[in-house]
C-alpha cells in the first residue's frame, strides 16, 4: 500500500476524504497533520481525532500543525462539522507531540504521498525547512474561479503566501474548483454512504441552498467533497486526467497563469468515481 499522510482541517469534505483514505486499502494512513481554515486550530485537530476514532483508526497519529485565521463557519458549521462534532466518539489517544515539520520529515519516504486539502501553512513551512514532498496532491485554487472572492479559491485565499511557495517550490498536483465544483455529491449518494458522515452535511447543504444565486447555480441539490475528489488521486492514481499548466498565485490567493509548471487536474470520470466513492463510503 502507499503511505499517505493527509493535511487537513476538517471541515466536512475533509470528513469525507479521511474517511475514504480510512477505507481504501490501496493507501497506508501514516497520519493526520492538522491545520487552520473552515474553523481554528483547535477543533480542526479535535475533529481528526474524532473522526479517525469514529472510522476505528485511533492506530493513526494526529499532529497539531498550523493555526491561523480560520473561518468559514457559514459552510462547515461553528464546530466545523455541521453542529455534529459531538456525536463522533472521543478519541483515548492524545495528539501526538511532534512538530509538524519535523514529522513530515521523519515520516516522508520516496514512495509517500501527502495530500493537502486546507491552506498551505504547514506545507510551505516544510519546503522553506527543506522537506522534499516526492508526490504531493492539493486541492485548491480556481482558474478564473473562486468561492471566496469571485477568484480566490479558499485554501489558496486563507494562506496566500504558503500557495505562492508550495506553488513555486513544491511541485504540485493541483486540483482546482474547475473540476471539484463539478463532483456533486447529490442526495442520493448521501442516502447510500455511511450515515454518521452524511449526518454532518447539514448546514453545508442550507448553504449551498441558500447561495444557488451565486457561485453555485443551477447545481443539483447537494454537497461538493472537494477535497475527497483530490484523495481519490492518492488512492488510485489515473483517476484525475492532469495537464501541465504554467501558474503562479497573485496577492489575492487567486491562482493565475505564470511561469511555474505544474500538473493541474481538469477532468475526472465523475459518475465512475462518485460509485467508486459511494462504495468505499458505505457502512
Ligand atoms: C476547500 O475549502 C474548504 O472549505 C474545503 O474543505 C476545501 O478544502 C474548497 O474550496
Ligand atoms: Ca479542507
Avoid at 42 to 68: I, Q
Avoid at 136 to 146: C, F, Y
Wanted: charged share 20%; glycine share 10%.
Amino acid at each position: 500500500a502507499t503511505p499517505l499522510i493527509i493535511d487537513t482541517d476538517p471541515g466536512v469534505d475533509d470528513a469525507f476524504a479521511i474517511a475514504l483514505a480510512a477505507r481504501s486499502p490501496e493507501v497506508e494512513l501514516k497520519g493526520l497533520t492538522t491545520v487552520f481554515g473552515n474553523v481554528g486550530l483547535d477543533l480542526t485537530t479535535a475533529n481528526a481525532l474524532r473522526l479517525l476514532a469514529h472510522l476505528g483508526r485511533t492506530d493513526v497519529p494526529v499532529v497539531k500543525g498550523s493555526e491561523g485565521p480560520g473561518g468559514a463557519a457559514d459552510v462547515h458549521g461553528a464546530d466545523g462539522l455541521g453542529g455534529q462534532a459531538l456525536t463522533l466518539p472521543e478519541n483515548p489517544v492524545p495528539i501526538s507531540g511532534e512538530d509538524v515539520v519535523r514529522f513530515f520529515a521523519d515520516t516522508i519516504t520516496p514512495d509517500t504521498v501527502v495530500a493537502a486539502i486546507g491552506p498551505l501553512t504547514n506545507i510551505a513551512a516544510a519546503l522553506e525547512a527543506g522537506v522534499e514532498f516526492p508526490r504531493l496532491i492539493v486541492m485548491g485554487g480556481g482558474l478564473g474561479l473562486g468561492n471566496m472572492t469571485a477568484r480566490a479559491e479558499f485554501n489558496f485565499w486563507a494562506d496566500a503566501k504558503a500557495a505562492r511557495t508550495v506553488i513555486r517550490k513544491g511541485n504540485p498536483v493541483v486540483v482546482p474548483l474547475n473540476l471539484t465544483q463539478r463532483c456533486i455529491a447529490d442526495t442520493e449518494f448521501l442516502a447510500n454512504v455511511d450515515p454518521v458522515l452524511s449526518n454532518l452535511t447539514g448546514t453545508y447543504r442550507a448553504y449551498l441552498a441558500a447561495h444557488k444565486d451565486q457561485n453555485h447555480s443551477d447545481r443539483e441539490e447537494g454537497i461538493l467533497i472537494h477535497d475527497a475528489v483530490a484523495v481519490a488521486e492518492a488512492i488510485v492514481p489515473g483517476t484525475l486526467k492532469l495537464e501541465t499548466h504554467g501558474l503562479d498565485i497573485d496577492d489575492e490567493g487567486a491562482l493565475v497563469e505564470g511561469k511555474h509548471q505544474v500538473e493541474v487536474a481538469v477532468e475526472t470520470d465523475w459518475p465512475a468515481l462518485r460509485s467508486f466513492m459511494e462504495q468505499r463510503l458505505s457502512v
